[in-house]
């Protein structure tokens, strides 16, 4: 009997076992990876429904994978999801981008955690997700106890920006506390303006620099002085805080807070900009003891402040530091700061406090000099690889004290300040800048007899963003141009706002970013990043709905009516990069608002947008071309149309019919009057430098189309072949020339590398794309790249159908010339990745589609059509203008042809 039982347990486990493997065989195809929270992998939010997203890993490449199914559970620590605040069930739907958090209320400075299951095609169950998290920040102004404290030697007005020279030096704030009993969670809540740095116990906390973002803080009275008058109100202020999980850092005992403040763009001097007031900050440590009860630490008059040895800090003058004067453990507990001041309460800027959104400022890269020199009076020259924006880092720098250290910051440009250490004589001593940036590829440093290269690194800083684009060819100047505006991009990025050029000017230029934004979106993910600037824009609309040249507005951002084009041009394509129609939701009314705008500038009669500002920095139409400018009314009427036809859009994927009609009207009334106005029907064109590049974007009448082309190839042919366009022409012509059956003139073009053109400048040694084709002025300037878009959406040929690409096609231009590319590029859905090569008359295409996409491949053919085997997961689709077409589900394709 007992053999009989043991017999059958053995039996048992073996089928048990049995079952147990089978069940592993069948598990999903696909697994959720990558999750975040509106956008962002850790998310601080102060909204009640924020969206989920995940992108389904198809590891294996399998034809036809697809999520039919998902199961969302979210809990208030990581080991909760046993009781979870808000489980789904299993949901059926292929969706997983977006999903609106639908549970409970959730509370104030509360953390939640969430993770995600999801079903196959076949029915088979992924396993859980990794968990991801989300922090709420403070929901309520009662909840703020903090007060706005700063320098009692210093006033409320910041420094007069044409004639301050003498700088106050950075202040540190301290205070200690105590922590009466175990801690469960203790976290920091506050800002600092215009930068702050945060210290606990001694020790850092972060890794952000140049920190919060730049927003538009508070209003400024004296705007209407300025030479650009733009004046409050505008829509929106708002200032941004941060938040920093602090249980670890906190002792049982005493503790000490301590706070450096930076002047940043608050109090700043220069004519480019205005400035809003005196350093300041608030903010509040928030301890929950393990049995339930709270104590707040809130900033107030009794905190200590003293000067810091940051004698002086400004964004476009530099930073000094004399180390005799720092104060060892100033933030430490038991410093004597007997003979420190008291902190003096100061005004609350008017801006809302929001959370920090859009990444902030770290050290992106490090790099090593490439050669260091010596030169006459002792000069010691530092070469870098590339010109980037950050700081040059002295590492064990044994000099005695008081010795004066200058590093000159050397680029192609003006606008860079000094920047000196004094030491103290300790031996070993480090530095490096905090609260401002320099643009440099070499330095110059004196006041200190050699440097090895363990002693000196140079620090990229800028927003912390990743790129989602890799693209390479087999061009190697294709390649080179890509790589320096990629350079030049990130130079230009800080406190998550696009400038013009991070050295002389440094301003948001709303031109500029609406020109280059199709590009950014193709090599990097700013999913944060735009979110945060459109918020900017929009907020920096005037009552009458005039959008500024620059958001945050700064009074010495010239431009036109193609800068103001950022409030519907960026959200727009936002919403189809990355498929969220609540970026369309948001700005809507400002969007309507502003094109409305535009209309006061219409001439009645003849239906164009005329130049109807007596600022001349008001009225640009296109801009820094090689040669002449087009006519501005015919710039200014393209984005009139460009603009209505983005809002008529906008308001029909929202369900708003009227104004989409409206607006669709408003949008056909300008291409009858461009057309009727602008075209000469004696020479067949609209004119030279870029305006028949616009006119065929807009779409010109049919009967004339083939005089518009010629005409166009004329222009070109008239310049040998090179670029005669401004950045408006710029950033359409290489399309036009593909989609109108000129993709050799625009491989030509692109492929000169004499002025003008970009492989000129890559010809004089540029690492960065410049403002000018000349070379005159800034030598850090991205906003030319918003012609390299066609880089992605012609050579690779990925051109979305539907937002998000969800639906997609891969139609590659085939240059002569031109042997193979190689793109991936990161989706809401997955990687995108399309590879092609042209070799002795074969063509082959290779292609992923992400899960929940479907994609139409355009594959080239020359006289035969491919025989292409049809199956569940490929389906011909006829053939188009040398085109074969296939449209094809997730997985991994590869299609030959002869061409």
């Not at 083939?706 to 005409?711: F, G, K, L, P, T």
């Amino acid at each position: 009997m007992l053999r009989h039982i043991l017999t059958a347990l053995i039996l048992f486990a073996s089928v048990f076992t049995s079952i147990q493997t089978y069940a592993r065989s069948k598990s999903a195809t696909i697994t959720p990876v990558l999750l975040t929270c509106e956008y962002d992998s850790c998310p601080l939010l102060d909204i009640q429904n924020p969206r989920l997203t995940w992108v389904n890993k198809n590891k294996a490449q399998r034809r036809g994978a697809s999520q039919t199914a998902y199961r969302i559970r979210v809990a208030e620590s990581v080991d909760g999801f046993d009781t979870p605040v808000w489980d789904t069930g299993k949901v059926h739907s292929e969706c997983s981008s977006f999903i609106t958090y639908s549970g409970p209320i959730l509370k104030s400075r509360t953390s939640y955690w969430w993770q995600v299951m999801v079903w196959d095609e076949k029915g088979r169950a992924s396993g859980w997700s990794e968990p991801a998290s989300w922090h709420m920040g403070i929901l309520s102004q009662e909840e703020w106890k903090g007060k706005w404290i700063g320098a009692p030697w210093q006033g409320e007005d910041s420094y007069n920006v044409m004639s301050s020279t003498e700088f106050q030096p950075a202040p540190l704030l301290r205070r200690e506390f105590n922590v009466a009993k175990p801690i469960k969670e203790a976290r920091f809540y506050g800002t600092g303006l215009g930068y702050f740095e945060l210290y606990i116990n001694g020790r850092r906390i972060g890794e952000d620099y140049l920190s919060p973002n730049q927003t538009n803080y508070d209003r400024r009275p004296t705007l209407n002085s300025r030479a650009i008058v733009v004046t409050d109100p505008f829509h929106e202020y708002t200032v941004m805080y941060l938040s920093h999980d602090l249980t670890t850092m906190l002792n049982e005992g005493k503790n000490a807070v301590g706070v450096m403040l930076g002047n940043g763009f608050y109090d700043i001097t220069t004519h480019w900009v205005q400035g809003y007031g005196t350093p300041r900050f608030m903010g509040q440590i928030e301890i929950v003891y393990e049995d339930g009860t709270r104590k707040i630490v809130a900033s107030d008059e009794n905190w200590s402040i003293e000067r810091s040895a940051i004698i002086s800090d400004q964004i476009y003058h530099g930073e000094h530091y004399d180390a005799r004067l720092e104060h060892d453990g100033w933030s430490c507990v038991g410093y004597d700061a007997s003979s420190w001041e008291k902190a003096a309460l100061k005004r609350a800027p008017c801006g809302k406090l929001v959370p920090q959104n859009g990444p902030a400022d770290r050290i992106t890269e490090r790099f090593t000099p490439l050669s260091i020199g010596k030169g006459e009076n002792g000069v010691i020259r530092i070469k870098f690889p590339v010109e980037i924006s950050g700081w040059v880092a002295l590492k064990n720098i044994n000099a005695a004290r008081g010795q004066k250290i200058s590093i000159k910051y050397l680029s192609e440009s003006p606008g860079n300040g000094a920047n000196t250490y004094i030491a103290k004589g300790s031996g070993n001593e480090s530095y490096h800048a905090r609260f401002t940036w320099f643009v440099f590829s070499e330095v110059e440093i004196t006041g200190v007899d050699s440097l090895g290269v363990a002693q000196v690194e140079a620090h990229a800083v800028n927003s912390n963003i990743e790129r989602s684009g890799h693209f390479a060819t087999s061009n190697h100047l294709i390649n080179t141009i890509n790589k320096i505006w990629q350079r030049s991009q990130l130079d230009n990025m800080h406190g998550s706002i696009a400038s013009d050029c991070p050295h002389r000017e440094r301003s948001a230029y709303t031109g500029d970013g609406q020109i280059t934004c199709v590009t950014v979106m193709h090599n990097f993910d700013v999913r944060t990043f735009y979110n945060k600037w459109i918020r900017d824009i929009r907020g920096s609309q005037c009552v009458d709905g005039y959008i500024p040249n620059g958001a945050p507005w700064q009074p010495g951002c010239g431009g036109g009516v193609g800068w103001g084009a950022a409030m519907e041009i960026i959200p727009w394509e936002f919403h189809r990069h990355y498929g969220d129609e609540r970026v369309l939701a948001q700005n809507f009314e400002a969007m309507c608002k502003h094109v409305r705008w535009m209309t006061t500038w219409v001439d009645e009669e003849t239906g164009i947008m005329l130049s109807n500002d007596p600022c001349a920095w008001k009225n640009l139409g296109d801009w820094l071309p090689p040669r002449n400018l087009p006519r501005t009314e015919l710039v200014h009427t393209f984005y009139l149309w460009l603009c209505s036809d983005i809002v008529s859009s906008t308001a029909k994927s929202l369900g708003y019919m009227a104004e989409a009609d409206e607006f669709a009207a408003l949008r056909d009334r300008t291409a009858v009057a461009f057309h009727k106005i602008f075209y000469d029907p004696s020479t067949g064109s609209y004119g030279k430098h870029g305006s028949n590049v616009l006119a065929l974007k807009m779409g010109v009448p049919a009967d004339r189309k083939a005089n518009v082309v010629e005409a166009l190839r004329a222009n070109i042919a008239e310049v040998n072949d090179h670029l005669d366009t401004g950045i408006v022409g710029t950033r359409y012509l290489f399309e036009v020339l593909c989609d109108n059956g000129m993709m050799d003139l625009a491989y030509k073009i692109i492929n000169q590398r004499d002025f003008p053109g970009f492989g000129w400048w890559i010809e004089q040694g540029a690492t960065t794309t410049w403002e000018q084709w000349n070379g005159k002025n800034s030598r850090n300037h991205p906003m030319f790249g918003g012609g390299i878009a066609w880089f992605y959406s012609r050579l690779v040929g990925l051109r979305m159908k539907d937002a998000g690409f969800s639906t997609f096609d891969v139609k590659p231009v085939v240059p002569k010339g031109l042997e193979w590319v190689d793109y991936s590029h990161n989706t809401i859905y997955g990687t995108i990745a399309i590879k092609w090569r042209q070799k002795k008359g074969g063509f082959t295409l290779e292609c992923e589609v992400p899960v929940g996409t479907t994609a139409t491949i355009w594959l080239p053919y020359s006289d035969v059509v491919p025989k292409i085997k049809e199956s569940k997961f490929i389906k011909p689709k006829g053939v188009c203008d040398g085109y074969a077409l296939y449209e094809v589900k997730s997985g991994r394709y590869k299609f030959k042809s002869k061409i």
